[in-house]
Nanobody, 129 residues
Framework: QVQLVESGGGLVQAGDSLRLSCAAS????????MGWFRQAPGKEREFAAA????????YYADPVKGRFTISRDNAKNTVFLQMNSLKAEDTAVYYC??????????????????????WGQGTQVTVSS
C-alpha cells in the first residue's frame, strides 16, 4: 500500500505560479512512476503530467505543456508539479497518483495511459482571472 498526500494548492491570480508537492510513503518510491491528474468542476478527471521512476522521462498533456514541470526527489519520496503562467482554466482539484512500473521506463505517452494504482486525496487549485 502506498499513501500519497498532496499539498501546495491555493487561490492565485492568472499569470501566477504554484508548486504542488506529493509526499509518498509505504513502499519503495522508486518502484513507481508518478502522475498528476486534475478534475475541474463538472468535468471528468484528466491527465496532466507524469514522470518515470528515475525522473529521466516526463510527459505532459497539451494544455499544460510548456507551463508545467513535473519533477521528483527519490531521496525524499516526493514528486512536484511546478505550475507557471496559470490560467483560469487550470482551476481544478489536482491529484497525485502512483503506478507500479518497477525500475522500467517507457516512451512518454505511455505514462498517460497506464493504470495508476494509488491516488492522493487531492488539493484544490483556483485561478482567478
Amino acid at each position: 500500500q502506498v499513501q500519497l498526500v498532496e499539498s501546495g494548492g491555493g487561490l492565485v491570480q492568472a499569470g501566477d505560479s504554484l508548486r504542488l508537492s506529493c509526499a509518498a510513503s509505504g513502499h519503495t518510491f522508486r518502484n513507481y512512476a508518478m502522475g498528476w491528474f486534475r478534475q475541474a468542476p463538472g468535468k471528468e478527471r484528466e491527465f496532466a503530467a507524469a514522470i518515470s521512476w528515475s525522473g529521466s522521462i516526463t510527459y505532459y498533456a497539451d494544455p499544460v505543456k510548456g507551463r508545467f514541470t513535473i519533477s521528483r526527489d527519490n531521496a525524499k519520496n516526493t514528486v512536484f508539479l511546478q505550475m507557471n503562467s496559470l490560467k483560469a482554466e487550470d482551476t481544478a482539484v489536482y491529484y497525485c497518483a502512483a503506478a507500479q512500473t518497477g525500475m522500467k521506463s517507457y516512451i512518454g505517452e505511455t505514462y498517460s495511459k497506464i493504470t495508476y494504482d494509488y491516488w492522493g486525496q487531492g488539493t484544490q487549485v483556483t485561478v482567478s482571472s
